[in-house]
């Protein structure tokens, strides 16, 4: 490195070798590296005599930021030219990971940045690691989401993604002795080089208040409190192409006519800056804890926020390109706009389309309603029933009074609809209403509301929507069958093994000859033909022992724990759910830790040497699942330590489980557990991403766990447990007291009650396994019932692991019938069958 060591202390070091000259398009290393030099010193946000990696890392971003800017607006210019329908896709989360690494990947830069890197002093990895993720989501709602955007750019849609600007995410998790302790994000601590605020767009939003109706009996919604809602763009370049498209991030304000002076010198402070306050609570936290009333306010005025500043943008830019091309009218509105909503959370954009068409644009109800049941569509996400949003009617008249006319008025015509159309469903009409009365809770049923409102519903895998359409929505479905479709999630191929795993995305390029597969993931079934050859065994090996010592690497940075990388490496990372069964597993790896204890030494030489992994957070007021965090860190304290079994078993909790932490963990990972009650995982994508690198599952048959088992083969999958139809009848024989739970289930949790594992009272998680029925007992996710065929599962994969020749042929066999689920498959599927929208690829 010699000289260009000196560019690590010193800004003005550099600048004496590298000049300090803006190319924002810069392609060669030299050009490149003079463009970051020149935002180190002209666009500064640190004290000029540093260029730390944390300097470094700013100006590499903002450097390549430049390139965004121009293919992003190249893009815009195109669209408003083209004026193609757009897709305006709502989620209340994205959870993008980092953006350097990604974006210099999707623009094929890589190369020349590395090198640009090195001429300044600093190596590229290094670089890469300053940056933190994006706080902006949780769980696969929002991966989803971001794969959905990384494939609608790449696949040239016309698009753009709508959500909010949490400053402090859900939480990051840090452990401790008393298990998961919650503390503040801190990804926009300093500030993130890839937004673009745009100070020109910005809307107010409009909270309490009442309706007002004129002599003309039209009504407006006035009084209140009323916010701004300015927009933070983030780009999002496809791979390969020019066009960059838009992630809209929505930040609360208020004004400095908001402030009353007169007050703040009079001392009353707080109530001088309440307007401030109120703002600055709406996007500090990713799902407010909603126990209280004021909690569920919160949360209610997010979605809102969301949903009324989007709409009011989508209608805005509608116009903005209408009026550019002369005389229009409202009826163009869905053959210009589809807008999707992810889950029910963005549902209020139901209502406030319609409030925004007729007390705005001064349509009547029924072009209104027209156009809105035209625009709008909706993914379903989960049959869990806690998990399908019911709000307080008292709530929403107090926060969003004209919505609740607006949805009073939709449930009104809906009952009228079948009474007089459908007299056969009313008997069904209670449960199929948008509004439930019961004068004890009366309740919106988002859900419901979804269902009535959209054009379109959709599930997210085959299991999954047959289970909306035979159960949750069966009585919708007697009424609108062609309205629910199928869209089996999936996963981007570029950050999910193109980036994440260079050396293994190497050696298929190598035997396929090409690298197309990258955007044609299909092409991955012709891994088949050389399943058997001993050369690709050898450099699939390599490839995967090279990903499994970067992860041990890792644990040890993270946890202080040596883990042996030629161990089997068994990973569960997921949210922490009594459904995903993060318990069925450490309740195995406990039955496990038992029986090695009692074997002699030649006994546990004969075993296969197994880390297991667990990773996820626990959402901070679900006790059960931080009693569930608690027990696996308490398990790995004395597995883990023990100087008789350690070789040939360890249990490791990986802490702050977010995107970054995945790309690290999956491409080092050869079995996956999936492992979820069947019929309640909706699809699941991290077993999407296991499978396309090579690694093995062990699953029931829930979610996409179906169609994966479908695509690699079944006997490269390591299947067990109940199936979705018979988990009702299982549950009744519970209750009938007819369940006999298997001897090894009953010493795994008696193991756990002789304090082997600590001095924590685990009774109360214990519980929920015991008894017939009753609140938070029964096993109602059956992991009792699962245990004895989970347990054989688990056996078949230590055999099967000792034959290192079978273990890598079903790992290739793995990867390449994974092409079904590159997410660039489901977004041709909803352009073509949900949004009717066109690739618009710019020239």
């Not at 609608?152 to 402090?168: E, I, K, S």
């Not at 307080?392 to 009104?412: A, F, G, N, T």
């Not at 999958?717 to 209750?735: H, I, Y």
């Not at 396994?769 to 992991?783: K, M």
């Amino acid at each position: 490195m010699g000289t260009t060591g000196k560019a690590n202390s010193s800004a003005s070091g550099i600048s004496k070798k590298i000049p300090a000259v803006a190319h924002p398009l810069a392609g060669e290393p030299s050009d490149i590296a003079a463009n970051i030099n020149y935002h180190a010193q002209y666009s500064p946000h640190f004290s000029l005599f540093k260029f730390d990696p944390e300097q470094a890392y700013h100006a590499t971003a903002e450097s390549v930021r430049d390139r965004l800017i121009h293919q992003w607006n190249e893009t815009y210019f195109h669209f408003h030219k083209v004026d193609p329908k757009q897709t305006y896709y709502l989620s209340m989360e994205f959870l993008q990971g980092r953006a350097l690494t990604n974006a210099i990947g999707n623009l094929d830069i890589q190369d020349a940045y590395a090198d640009a890197l090195i001429k300044l002093g600093h190596e590229l990895e290094n670089i890469s690691e300053q940056e933190k993720d994006a706080a902006l989501g949780n769980g696969g709602l929002g991966r989803l989401a971001s794969c959905f955007l990384d494939s609608m750019a790449t696949l040239n849609f016309p698009a753009w993604g709508y959500g909010l600007r949490y400053r402090y995410g859900l939480f990051k998790q840090r452990i401790t002795r008393e298990g998961q302790e919650e503390i503040a994000e801190d990804w926009l601590e300093k500030f993130s080089p890839w937004e673009v605020v745009r100070h020109d767009i910005i809307y107010p939003i409009r909270f309490f208040g009442h309706v007002e109706v004129s002599p003309s009996g039209s009504r407006k919604w006035v009084g209140g409190e009323v916010l701004q809602a300015l927009a933070c763009d983030v780009p999002i370049p496809g791979y390969k192409t020019k066009n960059t498209i838009s992630l809209r991030l929505w930040e609360a304000k208020a004004g400095a006519g908001d402030f009353n002076l007169f007050q703040f010198n009079d001392g009353q402070y707080e109530s001088a800056a309440q307007l401030h306050s109120s703002a600055q609570q709406i996007c500090a936290v990713l799902y407010p804890g909603d126990a209280t009333e004021n909690g569920k306010l919160l949360r209610l005025k997010q979605q809102f926020f969301l949903c009324s500043a989007s709409l009011q943008d989508i209608i805005f830019r509608f116009k903005e390109r209408r009026d550019a091309n002369g005389s229009w009218q409202w009826s163009e509105f869905p053959s210009k706009v589809a807008v999707q909503l992810n889950d029910t959370h963005p549902t209020l954009a139901i209502p406030e389309l319609m409030r925004l068409l007729m007390d705005d644009e001064e349509l009547g109800w029924d072009e209104a309603w027209d156009i809105t049941t035209r625009t709008i569509a909706y993914t379903n996400h989960t049959v869990l029933p806690e998990a399908l949003e019911k709000w307080s009617q008292p709530v929403m008249w107090k926060l969003i009074p004209r919505h609740m006319e607006i949805i009073e008025e939709i449930d009104k015509q809906f009952v009228a609809m079948i009474r007089s159309t459908r007299p056969d469903l009313e008997s069904k009409l209670d449960s199929m209403r948008v509004l439930d009365n019961n004068p004890q809770k009366p309740v919106v049923r988002m859900a419901n509301l979804c269902v009535l409102s959209s054009h379109t519903v959709n599930g997210v895998a085959e299991l999954h929507s047959e289970i909306l359409k035979s159960e949750l929505f069966v009585d919708y479905v007697s009424m609108w069958p062609a309205k629910f479709q199928n869209k089996t999630n999936g996963i981007t191929p570029r950050r999910w093994l193109r980036f994440c795993s260079p050396e293994l995305s190497s050696i298929i390029t190598k035997w396929l000859k090409t690298d197309k597969w990258v955007t044609n993931l299909d092409l991955l079934l012709k891994l088949r033909q050389f399943a058997d050859n001993e050369e690709l065994h050898a450099e699939w090996a390599a490839a995967k022992m090279a990903n499994k010592q970067r992860l041990a690497q890792y644990v040890l940075q993270v946890t202080g724990l040596s883990i042996d990388p030629s161990s089997l490496f068994d990973i569960q990372v997921k949210r922490i759910h009594e459904y995903k069964r993060q318990l069925l597993n450490i309740l195995g790896a406990i039955y496990r830790y038992k029986k090695l204890k009692e074997m002699s030494p030649e006994e546990r030489k004969k075993t296969t040497p197994r880390t297991i992994m667990i990773g996820g957070k626990a959402f901070a007021t679900y006790t059960n699942a931080k009693r569930i965090v608690k027990l696996v860190n308490d398990v790995g304290d004395v597995v883990n330590t023990d100087p008789e079994v350690n070789d040939y078993l360890k249990v490791v909790f990986v802490p702050n489980y977010n995107v970054t932490v995945a790309e690290m963990l999956i491409p080092g990972s050869e079995l996956s557990q999936h492992i979820s009650t069947a019929g309640m995982e909706a699809s699941g994508t991290s077993n999407m991403k296991f499978s396309l690198n090579g690694c093995l599952i062990i699953g029931t048959l829930d979610g996409a766990n179906v169609e994966i088992r479908e695509e690699i083969g079944e006997e490269n999958f390591f299947l067990f447990g109940a199936k979705a139809d018979e988990v009702p009848r299982l549950r009744k024989e519970r209750e009938n007291g007819l369940f006999k739970p298997d001897s090894r289930f009953e010493e795994a949790k008696q193991f756990i009650r002789t304090g082997a594992f600590g001095s924590y009272d685990y009774n109360p998680l214990l519980d929920s396994l015991e008894g017939n029925s009753g609140y938070g007992r029964g096993d109602y996710f059956l992991v009792g019932h699962d245990f004895p065929s989970y347990m054989e599962a688990q056996a078949k994969v230590d055999e099967a692991y000792k034959d290192k020749k079978k273990w890598i042929r079903m790992s290739i066999l793995s990867t390449a019938g994974s092409g079904k689920f590159s997410s660039d498959r489901t977004i041709v599927q909803y352009a073509k069958e949900i949004w009717k929208i066109e690739e618009c690829p710019v020239p």
